[in-house]
């Protein structure tokens, strides 16, 4: 669901500003069968084209997966890693 409560069956999806950079990556490099590692590398290519044509850049970005298993924290995706 985004902002405006739409509700849309969706492979993958990015809201906000930095949206608009990182949905031009997921687009050339999502695959469905992606493993956890393969999803987190992906997330980090987003984050580095926010930080690199965002304006505002924010110092970290906190990941999680969440699954039938529940939620489970990931390394936060800093400007340094």
Do not use: W
């Amino acid at each position: 669901m985004d902002y405006l409560a739409s509700i849309a069956n969706v492979d993958y999806a990015a809201h906000g500003y930095g949206g608009y950079f990182s949905l031009s990556i997921m687009d050339r490099n999502y695959l469905k069968n992606m493993t956890p590692d393969q999803g987190y590398e992906l997330m980090k290519k987003c984050v580095e084209e926010v930080h690199r044509r965002l304006i505002i850049n924010l110092p970290n970005f906190k990941v999680q997966i969440i699954d039938k298993d529940g939620i489970k924290d990931l390394p936060d995706i800093t400007v340094k890693n």
